[in-house]
C-alpha cells in the first residue's frame, strides 16, 4: 500500500483544519478513494464546504462549487455550443462539471431537468450535448449538499438520483469541546491567511493509484456473504419485526452491496489496514443504506424511518 501513509497524512492536515468533523472528513476521503459521489446532510455552519475546499486543495484536483437554485438550467452544468459569428461555427464551451470535484451546494433545490443533466454525469462520467458525448475526468466526483429544514421551494431527489450516491451522510453539531476550539481558531485566523489551504503532496495520479490499492484491499467471502444479507435485510422488514409489515415500498438494490463493500475497504485503508474487519462494514452500512430505503406514509406515522430499521438490523444479524 504505497499511497496509504499520504493518505494518512492528508487525514491529518484536514483534521487541523476542520475541527469536530472527524466523520465527515473520512466520509469525504472515502468517498475519493472508492470513486462514489458523496450527500451530505446537515444544518448551515458545520463546515460542509469548507471542507470539500479543503480536500480539493490538498489532493491538487480542479475544483468547482455551483450554488443550485431554482433557476439554474442544464447547460449552466454541462456547457453549451456558443456560435463564432467570425468563422460561423458552434464551439463548445465546457460546464463547470467538466472539474474533478465539484461541489454542488443545496442541490434539492434544482429543478428536475437539471437533476436530470446530472444524473447522466453520476452515473456514466459522461456529458451529451448537442448530442456529442463528452468524457469527464477520472477523478470526477459530485460531493453534494443540502438542508434538512429549507423544504420550501425544493425539489426532493429522486430514488434513482439518490442511489447514485455512494454515501449519504447526516452531520450533527460539534461538542461543547470542539465548538469551544473552533472560537479560538476562528479568532486566530479571522485576519490572517486562509486556513483552508493544505500542504500536501497528493497528486489526482496518486488518487487514481490508491483506489487501485483499495480495489486490492482483502476481504473473506464470509464478510462479503455479511454484506448481502444486511443488504438483503432490508427488502424483507417482516424478517427483522412483524410489526414493519407494509412500511416499505423498496429495498436496497444490489449497488448498496457494491457500494458497502468498496465503501469499508476504503475505511479498512484509511485505518492502515490491509483487510476488511466486520467493524468496517458496520460502520458504513448507515452512510451507505439511509438512502436506499424507501418508507410509505405508514412508516411515516409510527415514527420509523431508515435509521432505526438499519440499527435494527445491525442489531439482529451477526457475521455468520
Known sequence: MQTQPTFLQLRCHLESIIVGQTKLLDRLLIAVLSGGHILLEGLPGLAKTRAVTALASGIHASFQRIQFTPDLMPADLTGSDIFNPNDRTFNFITGPLFHEIVLADEINRAPPKVQSALLEAMQEHQ?????????L???????????PLEQSGTYPLPEAQLDRFLLHVVLDYPSAADELLILQRDQQSYFGADTAAVDSALKPETVLAARRE???????????????QLVGATRELTQIDDQWQ???????????????????????????????IPEDIVEMAPDVLRHRIVLNHTARTANVDADAIIQRILAEITVP
Open 127 to 135: 456529458i451529451t450535448v448537442g448530442g456529442v458525448t463528452r468524457d
Open 137 to 147: 475526468p477520472d477523478l470526477f466526483i459530485v460531493m453534494a449538499t443540502q438542508n
Open 214 to 228: 483499495v480495489a486490492k484491499v482483502h476481504i473473506e467471502e464470509v464478510l462479503e456473504k455479511y454484506i448481502i
Open 246 to 276: 407494509g412500511y416499505l415500498r423498496a429495498g436496497a438494490s444490489p449497488r448498496a452491496s457494491i457500494a458497502l463493500l468498496r465503501a469499508s475497504s476504503a475505511l479498512a485503508y484509511l485505518n492502515g489496514r490491509e483487510y476488511v
